[in-house]
């Protein structure tokens, strides 16, 4: 059984840096796309980024490029989120999600992920 166990959140002030993590178990990931998500209180929940398990592709949101990078270290079994110059919207519930995939194409849509943590939550005061 999946399991992804996110942890790194708190409340920062803007500008602030902050690194998620999130912990896979259950399966050998090599064939993963792992992805971020957000939700804000009243919003959907949003893409962030996503990463092939292998490292050779990444997606992002436009709202995070150049803010936020994606990375994984499969020695850890871990899928990471550095946030830089954070801002107030970045406030949110950050989930991390995996789906089993061998397409070239990295998922954006949170329809494709089979399996979710229960989120860590980022507060980014101004």
């Known amino acids: 059984q999946v399991q992804l166990v996110e942890s790194g959140g708190g409340l920062v002030q803007a500008g602030d840096s902050l690194r998620l993590s999130c912990a896979a178990s259950?399966?050998?990931?090599?064939?993963?796309?792992m992805g971020w998500f957000r939700q804000a209180p009243g919003k959907e929940r949003e893409f962030v980024a996503a990463?092939?398990?292998?490292?050779?592709?990444?997606q992002y949101a436009d709202s995070v490029k150049g803010r936020f990078t994606i990375s994984v270290d499969d020695g850890k079994n871990s899928v990471f989120l550095q946030m830089n110059s954070l801002k107030p919207e970045d406030t949110a519930l950050y989930y991390c999600?995996?789906?089993?995939?061998?397409?070239?194409?990295?998922?954006?849509?949170?329809?494709?992920?089979?399996?979710w943590g229960q989120g860590t939550q980022v507060t980014v005061s101004s």
């Open positions: 999600a995996a789906v089993l995939s061998t397409s070239r194409t990295i998922m954006t849509t949170r329809g494709w992920y089979d399996y």
């Open positions: 990463i092939r398990w292998s490292g050779d592709s990444t």
């Open positions: 259950g399966r050998t990931f090599s064939n993963y796309v």
